[in-house]
């Protein structure tokens, strides 16, 4: 079985700062990652994903995780975030075996602010 | 192509009650997956459909049921609804052919239960 902890519920920012939202894992087998995205009243949308190779993956918005299999984390980050990005982003695993289904973390509320 | 649909949108029923909610996945996809979406628990996964088929169950009450017609549509219902069961529900469709493809999210239906 798989688990995900996301470290901070909340996470508040001034537009065009860095951020960085964490995300741990925990897991018997390995696995594959995800961050998801989540605005208001919508469901989620795939932010980026790690399956294998290199360890740094980018989205096409500017967002970038890292896989760091000794820490066990898939940290977010963006260096210079926009008002619209104000969400909720989840981490997700799954066993890279089969068909696995994901399993979340609890999310990590964004707030951007002028 | 159309994305993920769910339908309705908003539900409210009062306990003892059940309910149906469907979803409609992307064209060509054969795999549909449930989630329920609370404050409390965070996304927590219920099942995945891929032809008709169920492939996978998360830890949920038999209350909590589904089924995948033909055309790969799903429905999931719910039995004896109880006050707990309010939650946004989310399905998501990919391909179920490929490990760790995408999954697309709908928007989701909002249940409540008085």
């Known amino acids: 079985a798989q688990s995900v902890t996301q470290l901070d519920s909340q996470v508040p920012v001034f537009e065009e700062a860095p951020v960085e939202l964490r995300c741990n894992y925990s897991?018997?087998?390995?696995?594959?990652l995800f961050w998801y995205v989540q605005y208001p009243n919508q469901g989620l949308q795939l932010l980026l994903k790690y399956l294998s190779g290199s360890t740094l993956v980018e989205s096409i918005n500017g967002f970038e995780a890292e896989f760091n299999k000794s820490q066990t984390s898939f940290h977010l980050r963006k260096p210079s975030v926009h008002i619209s990005d104000t969400a909720e982003y989840f981490c997700?695993?799954?066993?890279?075996?089969?068909?696995?289904?994901?399993?979340f973390g609890k999310g990590t509320m964004l707030l951007v602010s002028p | 192509k159309a994305g993920v649909t769910q339908t309705p949108r908003y539900l409210i029923k009062t306990r003892g009650q059940q309910v149906t909610l469907s979803c409609s996945p992307i064209?060509?996809?054969?795999?549909v997956s449930w989630y329920q979406q609370t404050p409390g628990q965070g996304l927590q996964f219920l099942f995945e459909y891929f032809s008709e088929t169920q492939r996978n169950k998360g830890n949920f009450p038999g209350r909590f049921s589904g089924r995948q017609f033909s055309n790969s549509r799903s429905e999931m219902n719910v039995s004896t609804l109880e006050l707990g069961d309010s939650a946004l529900y989310l399905c998501a469709s990919s391909s179920g052919t490929v490990p760790a493809d995408t999954q697309y999210f709908g928007p989701g239906t909002r249940l409540t239960v008085l």
């Open positions: 897991s018997s087998v390995s696995v594959y």
């Open positions: 064209s060509g996809h054969r795999s």
């Open positions: 997700a695993v799954s066993a890279n075996s089969g068909y696995s289904t994901l399993t």
